[in-house]
């Protein structure tokens, strides 16, 4: 069965960083866009980043343009480099497969069960 497994969550103190990693348990996933999406307590789930097959496009949401950095290998892994984060950053963080880059969660096929990331003030 195709899996996501997200890591690299925590606990950081406002202005640190995390890199969040999103290890694909198959190849197909090299031929699929990657991205990250968010869900704060009581919140819906919100789009941060994608990336396409080939690493060229990336989409940033505007709340985290500049601060944070997706990428992917060749060993479908993806990555999500986490700087200056602030409190409202906090969340579970969820990786996504799909075969378009895109924005909208409802297009992407294979989801991982997410990883907490919690920023102290």
């Known amino acids: 069965q195709v899996q996501l497994v997200e890591s690299g969550g925590g606990l950081v103190q406002t202005g640190g960083s995390l890199n969040l990693s999103c290890a694909a348990s198959?190849?197909?996933?090299?031929?699929?866009?990657m991205a990250w999406f968010r869900q704060a307590p009581g919140k819906e789930r919100d789009f941060v980043s994608a990336i396409s097959w080939g690493g060229v496009t990336t989409y940033y949401a505007d709340s985290v343009k500049g601060r944070f950095t997706i990428s992917k290998d060749a060993r479908n892994t993806v990555y999500l480099q986490m700087n200056s984060l602030k409190p409202e950053d906090t969340a579970v963080y969820y990786c996504a497969a799909g075969p378009h880059t895109t924005l909208d969660d409802r297009l992407y096929r294979y989801w991982g069960h997410g990883t907490q990331v919690t920023v102290s003030s």
């Open positions: 198959d190849r197909t996933f090299s031929n699929y866009a």
